[in-house]
């Protein structure tokens, strides 16, 4: 019997261990009005990016940003963008809309919809919050509005696996049946508002659909208020045209967490054939099979739990980083200033040790010719021992870099599959031990564009599905676009072959952007912020996505939830 808590359950602030004030989450939903049309022959496809202003570094930073959705002038937008709110702070807040107009995340190339600012603050005290679009000069845009409705974030880590069919929907494709998915909404500040937190996928040219489980959590579809009213709507999917609605229900959190293996049927109703026909019965009925609740462990659960975080350095040796004993070589020792990549070993090297027990890190080198018979390697240890490449934390790894550079040819080319699949080799006998006991990290360091593009793709992929993840930084000025298509930002990645990666384990950042005034590296913490900061999810999704408990957990099953 799982426990549904009576009544409302109201969030409430957290405290940070070692800090004096409190922390709240808060989650915002976004929508538009209205929008500019970019498009010939079509609309808009708008996304909407989010940043918070950094006092300290006085610049914006992204926090997040919604999905892209196509052919749409007044989005309702289904990603929430959750952030920190500090009462005692005043944060600046940014919100930009896109017409996209590709699949890179790189928005310069995208045409400009206008954008809204303000303060944390006045959402927080406002819930529903409508302004016009501005551009980016303070004049206002054309036209263009946009709403941000802002509810604090209840800590429910709880989430609900839900199995729906339907059966007798109406027909609404002339050459066919209909093609028909589901669309969850919860109710909003008003009884007026909805906001959309979940769709299905859309099942072919049936009027009698089976859809596959979805997964969604407590904390988007309810926020713990379990008593919440849910709107499902039902849709025929229409390719380059707006989706007609069959038809649409109403629910609750705790009526759908009552139910059980017992199963509950709605009346699919569309209000406008029930408005103009007097005969009108419904559109169909929609079941909900099964419920089940499950537990969504966090990163934190995972470390708490014993999980251990590997981490393993690679670094570039080809030619094209200059030879060493210059100082305009990317690899030369200075007495005064690190090279760029002893600051990235370091960065990012500092934060992950903490979560490693032993501290022993394995350094790994490609593309030089290496003792003793000067045989190029596109995988060797840095300190020359095949069987024991470890280094005594991150001063051993720095120390073990620069004396690999006294006896090493920097050569060539730059293939980095070799040293993934290294990784990976260790990931699969993690794997195969069938618990969330380990989770592999590899830091990439290099200065261009990767000559085994395809070899990459394919090992990134095969390790989507293996516990670990790739941090790549791209060292120096060359022209780093190609290495952008590795990071599942812009949509999912791909094989050669068209397999498409199990989830996004990459983080690619140009190391240049982190640098200050006279090309001095002034932001190690932002270095190591941006490439860690998918970490968490990465390592989040990859054991819930695996139901893997934390090692101090113990064995559970999902639950059928019941009264």
Not at 174 to 194: A, I, N, R
Not at 503 to 510: E, G, H, K, S
Request: glycine share 6%; charged share 25%; net charge negative.
């Amino acid at each position: 019997m799982a426990f549904i808590p009576q009544g409302n359950s109201t969030p409430g602030p957290s405290k940070i261990p070692g800090a004096n004030r409190l922390l709240t989450k808060v989650e915002m939903r976004l929508s538009c009005k209205s929008l500019m049309d970019k498009d010939l022959g079509s609309k808009s496809d708008p996304l909407v990016v989010v940043e918070l202003y950094d006092h300290m570094y006085k610049k914006w930073n992204e926090v997040g940003r919604t999905e892209r959705i196509k052919n749409n002038l007044n989005p309702t937008f289904t990603e929430g963008i959750i952030v920190e709110y500090h009462f005692e702070e005043v944060q600046k807040i940014k919100f930009m809309v896109y017409d996209l107009d590709n699949d890179t995340k790189d928005l310069r190339d995208d045409d400009f919809l206008g954008q809204m600012e303000c303060t944390v603050g006045q959402l927080v005290s406002g819930k529903k919050v409508t302004k016009p679009l501005v551009l980016k000069n303070g004049k206002a845009a054309k036209k263009g509005t946009i709403t941000v409705d802002t509810e604090e974030v209840a800590e429910n880590h709880d989430v609900l696996v839900l199995s729906f069919r339907a059966t007798k929907l109406d027909k609404k494709d002339v050459m066919g049946k209909s093609d028909p998915f589901l669309e969850f909404y919860k109710q909003g500040v008003t009884e007026e508002d909805w906001h959309k937190v979940h769709q299905t996928e859309v099942i072919k040219n049936t009027l009698n659909p089976v859809w596959k489980p979805a997964e969604i959590s407590v904390r988007s579809l309810c926020n713990g208020d379990y008593d919440k009213k849910l709107k499902i709507m039902c849709f025929d999917h229409d390719e380059g045209s707006a989706n007609d609605l069959i038809g649409e229900f109403y629910t609750s959190s705790r009526q759908l967490m009552e139910s059980g293996s017992r199963q509950i049927e709605w009346v699919c109703i569309n209000p406008k054939k029930k408005a103009k026909k007097k005969n009108y019965k419904n559109s169909g009925q929609v079941f909900l099979t099964k419920c089940e609740v499950k537990r969504h462990y966090t990163f934190l659960d995972y470390i708490l739990g014993g999980c251990q975080i590997n981490f393993t350095v690679g670094i570039d040796f080809t030619g094209s980083n200059g030879d060493p004993i210059e100082p305009t070589s990317l690899h030369f020792i200075s007495d005064s200033t690190p090279n760029e990549y002893t600051q990235a070993i370091v960065s990012v090297g500092e934060v992950i040790q903490d979560y490693d027990s032993d501290k022993l890190f394995p350094a790994l080198g490609f593309g030089a010719k290496i003792p003793p018979n000067n045989e190029i390697s596109h995988e060797f240890a840095i300190n020359f021992n095949a069987t024991n490449p470890f280094c005594s934390g991150v001063t051993g790894v720095v120390a073990a870099y620069q004396a690999c550079l006294r006896q090493i040819t920097l050569w060539g080319p730059t293939n980095v599959a070799p040293i993934i699949d290294h990784v990976a080799k260790f990931a699969t006998e993690a794997l195969n031990q069938n618990k969330a006991s380990q989770y592999f990290i590899l830091l990439l360091l290099t200065d261009g564009v990767l000559t085994d593009m395809y070899e990459t793709r394919d090992a990134i992929v095969k390790a989507s599905h293996l516990p670990m993840s790739v941090i790549i930084v791209g060292v120096g000025q060359a022209d780093f676009t190609d290495m952008r298509m590795l990071d599942g930002d812009d949509g999912k990645l791909r094989s050669p072959n068209g397999e498409a990666a199990a989830r996004d384990i990459v983080q690619f950042v140009p190391f240049r952007d982190f640098k200050g005034p006279a090309e001095q590296f002034t932001t190690p913490y932002l270095l190591a912020k941006e490439v860690l900061a998918e970490i968490p999810q990465q390592v989040e999704k990859y054991f819930n996505m695996r139901n893997q408990l934390p090692p101090a957990a113990g064995p559970g099953n999902p639950q059928q939830c019941s009264p």
